[in-house]
């Protein structure tokens, strides 16, 4: 059963805290993506990464960055959090024309 | 219809009736992805259609896709309780690499 394990769920921080965002795959990937889901706005694609230390920006990486090293864990930072990244993160990872999709980080910045 | 400036469109039906939804996109794509989402769960794949495809089934699903004017619609017969939940449309690339989202449909589903 393919999974894609994000840690942790729920989370709270303060502005201007950093904050990491952690994703695993066990299915071997090489692909995997950091999306934010805001209500009515769809999935907005941050990063991919193709592989180890192979990353690229999505559509809105500012205020991201990406950690990729090993093909199996796929992080998230935020450094100096801001209340408008308050948001649901989705990590992803793909395997042929599919994307299987983790449970969400909902993050909180207050 | 998903995608352009449209927000989160949300339809709600009696169980047992037929649902359509509408998909729009504006770039050039040769997969459209329809993904189902689950409150406070991740988006999972139902079905795929290629551009060299006009239908695709899938049990009481139905996909179709119209690449000359860009859009797509998922249809779904004799909807029950449990198809609940926000469905969208995905387009990528020829590379599969870069899926991109619409905004969704809210689909309810009551007895």
């Known amino acids: ?61 500012k205020g991201y960055r990406v950690s990729r090293k090993k093909r199996e864990h796929f992080s998230l930072i935020l450094d100096s959090a801001k209340t408008n990244q308050t948001s649901v993160y989705f990590c992803a990872s793909r395997a042929g024309t599919e994307v299987f999709f983790g449970k969400g980080t909902r993050l909180t910045v207050v | 219809s998903q995608w352009g400036e449209e927000n989160l469109q949300a339809l709600s039906i009696q169980e047992g009736e037929d649902v359509t939804m509408n998909c729009s996109y504006k770039t050039y794509t040769t997969v459209v992805h329809w993904y189902r989402q689950d409150s406070g769960r991740g988006p999972a794949l139902i079905i795929l259609i290629r551009s060299n495809e006009r239908e695709k089934r899938s049990g009481r699903l139905r996909a179709t896709l119209d690449t000359s004017s860009q859009s797509s619609s998922l249809s779904i017969t004799a909807a029950q309780c449990e198809d609940t939940a926000v469905y969208f449309c995905a387009t990528s690339s020829s590379s599969f690499s870069k899926l ?12």
């Open chain 1, 1 to 61: 059963d393919m999974k894609v394990t994000q840690m942790p769920r729920y989370l709270i921080k303060r502005m201007g805290e950093n904050v990491l965002l952690e994703c695993g795959q066990d299915m071997s990937h090489e692909t995997m993506y950091w999306y934010r889901q805001d209500p009515g706005l769809g999935l907005q694609l941050i990063y991919i990464s193709y592989d180890v230390d192979s990353n690229s920006e999505g559509d809105i990486p």
């Open chain 2, 100 to 111: 991109v989202f619409g905004q969704g449909t809210s689909l309810s589903v009551v007895p």
